[in-house]
């Protein structure tokens, strides 16, 4: 079977409802064609109600939102922040961007977020160096909540805290409460490939009045209150659009429906790829409280039990037309961050070595799983 037989599976393209043109029409309409209106302050109290924050400052990016919430923690030139190494590297960069320096910690292998134990010995470590870290920023990979009452209690023990990178975890929670929402501040990203999308977009949030506050002056140019344009602080253009926040608004109302059509996903997935040799969908379980969002579906490839490596199935796939992509490869084995400080590595240098992510997009039909699960079939079984 040749790839071009068949339409392109994509890894997790958007999924749009029917409402969203309601909004984004309204804005063209009303002429609200710009980083600010209706749709922004909409959207922003969508986000307020979905998530139980008090405050929500919708950003043109994720990253923005990462570079933001870090300056309002007071990262600037020469401070370290603590930092999944396991990430995108969207989370990092912005570190660097305030003249601080990252400080790696690795994975455990259950949620394949930050090791609570590596945490622990990386801040001690730095302490004794003379070093206090500024930050945590802590990610929530693949939607799957990192061990929180670990990591909150060394947080506050030493005082340190928390930006809490949920950029792929919207909708996800831990003992009922909403991830982004356990730190100083939260954030989310609305990437095209995200669970719910403005094709571009972001937000922080926060129940700090202050900081909110701070937002939405520094995401605005930091212009001071002052009939002409009079600026004392250095500030960004960071804002949402007004047109695509009503994207937002429109997703929203499926914001719901889209995390359990992942979880079923997920469950499809595990059910029907289970027996394998030397495949297994991970990681497979939640630890008590967790509810994760099942952003993509990844599994993990057994050296002792195939010779298939993660490459030579993406590349199968590719034969099929269905997307596939590895797992993120780790911050400290990047040649950007090379020089950085590593608290572990091996858990998730591991993980990125045997890991491939599967098409998860929440438009799949049966019909769209089963070509995947055949192809993977086609290749292992013969292997």
Same mark, same amino acid.
């Given at each position: ?14 999924? =749009? ?21 209706? /749709? ?5 109290? $969508?986000?307020? &109600? ?15 939102? @990462?570079?933001? #919430? =870090?300056?309002?923690? #007071? ?41 609570? $134990? ?8 730095? *302490? ?7 930050? *945590? ?13 670990? @990591?909150?209690? @060394?947080?506050? !023990?030493?005082?340190?805290? @928390? ?29 095209? /490939?995200?669970? *719910? ?23 605005? &140019? ?10 004392? &602080? ?14 937002? +608004?429109?997703?929203?109302? *499926? ?7 992942? +979880? !079923? ?27 994760? /969002? ?10 002792? !039990? ?10 199968? =796939? ?31 240098? $591991? ?33």
């Amino acid at each position: 079977m040749h790839s071009q037989d068949y339409d392109r599976l994509y890894l997790s393209p958007p999924h =749009l409802g029917r409402h969203e043109l309601n909004y984004v029409h309204k804005a063209f309409e009303d002429n609200w064609v710009a980083p600010a209106g209706p /749709n922004l302050a909409g959207f922003e109290a $969508d986000i307020c &109600q979905f998530t139980g924050a008090k405050y929500c400052v919708a950003l043109s990016s994720g990253t923005a939102a @990462i570079h933001l #919430g =870090l300056r309002l923690l #007071g990262v600037g030139p020469g401070d370290e922040v603590l930092c999944s190494s396991f990430t995108f590297v969207a989370t990092a960069n912005p570190i660097v961007y305030l003249g601080a320096t990252p400080v790696f910690v690795d994975s455990e292998p259950s949620t394949w977020n930050l090791c609570p $134990d590596r945490l622990r010995e990386a801040i001690t470590d730095r *302490l004794a160096r003379g070093k206090k870290p500024k930050a *945590l920023l802590l990610v929530h990979l693949y939607g799957m909540p990192a061990r929180l009452p670990e @990591i909150l209690a @060394i947080a506050q !023990e030493f005082d340190i805290p @928390i930006l809490e990178d949920a950029a792929e975890a919207l909708g996800a929670c831990f003992n009922k409460q909403p991830l982004g929402t356990f730190g100083k501040l939260g954030l989310f990203s609305f990437n095209g /490939n995200k669970i *719910l999308t403005t094709s571009g977009g972001g937000a922080l949030i926060t129940d700090d009045a202050e900081l909110a506050r701070q937002a939405r002056f520094l995401a605005t &140019q930091a212009k001071d209150d002052a009939p002409y344009y009079q600026h004392s &602080q250095l500030g960004y253009n960071y804002r949402l659009s007004n047109i695509l926040a009503g994207i937002g +608004r429109g997703q929203m109302e *499926l914001l719901a429906d889209r995390v359990k059509r992942r +979880r !079923e996903i997920f469950a499809w997935y595990s059910e029907h790829l289970a027996g394998l040799p030397g495949l297994s969908v991970a990681p497979a379980t939640e630890l008590p409280g967790s509810h994760a /969002n099942r952003w993509l579906t990844t599994v993990l490839l057994n050296p002792a !039990e195939t010779s298939v490596t993660p490459e030579a199935l993406r590349l199968h =796939l590719e034969t099929h037309n269905v997307e596939s992509r590895p797992l993120w490869k780790p911050m400290h084995l990047q040649p950007l961050y090379q020089e950085a400080p590593i608290y572990g590595g091996a858990v998730c240098a $591991d993980l990125f070595a045997r890991g491939l992510c599967l098409p998860s997009g929440t438009a799949m039909t049966e019909t769209d799983l089963r070509r995947v699960k055949n192809a993977v079939e086609e290749l292992l079984k013969i292997s």
